[in-house]
C-alpha cells in the first residue's frame, strides 16, 4: 500500500522558474518529513526535512510548505535552475520507527 | 562525512545465479537497509537491520534474504536471481531519522 503520494510525475520548468512537487500521506504518526535529491548515477541525498509543528522550512532556494490537517507536504524550488535537474522524493518516518515511506519520485527538467 | 559505500555500480547476472550485493558504511550507524528503486515506484524497502546479525523484513522480502556479522556490513542475497529481479539496489544507513544512501547497484538479470 502507498503511504505517501507524490506527484507529479516528471516536471519541466523553464530556468528562473518555479518548481512545485506534492505530496500527501495517511498515517498520521509520521513525524518527519523529508525531501531527497537524486542525480543519475547516484543515490539519494537528504534536500530538506521538516516536522509537523512547523508549517514551513526554508533552506536557500528550498522551501517545504507543511499542511499537517490536510496531510499535504509540498517542495517548493525558487529560481529553478538547469542544475536542479534531478529526481525528488519525498518521504516520511517516525519515531522510533526504521520504516520510512517514500513517495513514487518527480523527475525534474529545468531546461535552460 | 558519512560514506555508504556498494561493492557494485553494475552488474549482469544468469537466471537462477545466487548474487550477493554488499554495502559498507563507515559511521558506526545503527540501521541499514536495502531497498530496491524501480521507475514509479520508488524505493521500495526489501529489509533492514537495527543491529548485528538483527533483522527485519520491509515490504518486498520475498527471494531476498540479508546478512549483517559486522556492524559496518549488510548483506543482500538474491538465491536465485529471476528476471523481476532486475532493477537498481540501493543501500542505506541511519542513526536516527536521516538515511544515508549508496550509489546503488544496477542488476541485470538475463
Known amino acids: 500500500q502507498q503511504q505517501v503520494k507524490q506527484s507529479p510525475q516528471s516536471l519541466i520548468v523553464q530556468k528562473g522558474g518555479i518548481s512545485i512537487i506534492n505530496c500527501a500521506y495517511e498515517?498520521?504518526?509520521?513525524?518527519?518529513f523529508p525531501w531527497y535529491q537524486q542525480f543519475p548515477g547516484k543515490g539519494p541525498a537528504l534536500l530538506i526535512a521538516i516536522r509537523p509543528d512547523v508549517s514551513e522550512k526554508k533552506e536557500g532556494r528550498f522551501t517545504i510548505s507543511f499542511n499537517k490537517s490536510a496531510k499535504q507536504f509540498s517542495l517548493h524550488i525558487m529560481d529553478s535552475q538547469p542544475g536542479d535537474s534531478a529526481t525528488y522524493f519525498c518521504?516520511?518516518?517516525?519515531?522510533?520507527?526504521?520504516?520510512?515511506?517514500f513517495g513514487a519520485g518527480t523527475r525534474l527538467t529545468v531546461k535552460p | 562525512d558519512v560514506k555508504v559505500t556498494q561493492s557494485s555500480r553494475y552488474l549482469v547476472k544468469r537466471t537462477g545465479e545466487k548474487v550477493f550485493l554488499e554495502c559498507v558504511q563507515d559511521m558506526d550507524h545503527e540501521n541499514m537497509f536495502w531497498y530496491r528503486q524501480d521507475p514509479g515506484l520508488g524505493l521500495r524497502l526489501i529489509y533492514f537491520?537495527?543491529?548485528?546479525?538483527?533483522?527485519e523484513k520491509g515490504d518486498i522480502p520475498e527471494g531476498y534474504s540479508v546478512s549483517r556479522e559486522k556492524k559496518e556490513r549488510f548483506s543482500l542475497i538474491l538465491e536465485s536471481a529471476s528476471t523481476n529481479q532486475t532493477s537498481m539496489y540501493l543501500c542505506a544507513s541511519s542513526y536516527s531519522y536521516e538515511q544515508y544512501f549508496g550509489p546503488g547497484t544496477r542488476l541485470t538479470v538475463t
Open positions: 518521504a516520511a518516518s517516525r519515531r522510533g520507527n526504521n520504516d520510512m515511506r
Open positions: 498515517n498520521t504518526a509520521f513525524d518527519y
Open positions: 537491520s537495527y543491529d548485528v546479525k538483527m533483522k
